[in-house]
């Protein structure tokens, strides 16, 4: 499954129509199914990152850090996607996402507001008490992140995202040596 909602895609407000009313109504009963199926993505991962259990990175996701940053920092992604990191942008939001809830908190929620840019799109949300309506589109990060050239760093990714979340910068990485 890749992630849930075409960025391109723009979704009509629900104010608008019975049939947007609809779809907005079908994305939100999708927003409990994608967080647990974004929690099954990077249970995944630590399967094919053979992780013993597999819900160590999700439990513990700084501690994938080093292989994780070893695959982006490559040019070449499909040897990775060949052996089962497909597709890789999903893994990679996925990853990002449970990075970030389990270093500065929050959850996915869904971008309600019409007059925003990521309107009908899965975000980060819910991390600031002093700005309930703070979201970060992660996808988003990751996709630009993605289309950099070999030599990317997931840290820094990681730090752009705790920047845009309003936390300290500066990533854990608790790989095994």
Sequence with gaps: MPYPFDPEEPLSDPSTSEAAARAWDERRELLTGWRDFSREVVVRLGELSRWSPPETLLE????????????????????????????????????????????????????????????????????????????????????????????????KLLESLQGSMGAPVGVQDTSYP
């Design 60 to 155: 513990n996701p700084s501690h994938g850090l080093t292989h994780m940053h070893t695959i982006c920092s490559m040019d070449d992604l499909e040897p990775f996607e060949t052996i089962g990191y497909r597709p890789f942008d999903l893994f990679l939001t996925t990853y990002c996402a449970e990075y970030m809830f389990g270093d500065v908190g929050g959850a996915w929620v869904l971008d309600e507001d019409p007059g925003s840019s990521t309107f009908g799109r899965f975000l980060i949300g819910e991390y600031d008490t002093d700005r309930p309506e703070a979201t970060v589109d992660v996808y988003a990060a990751v996709t630009a992140f993605l289309e950099e050239p070999k030599g990317r760093s997931l840290r």
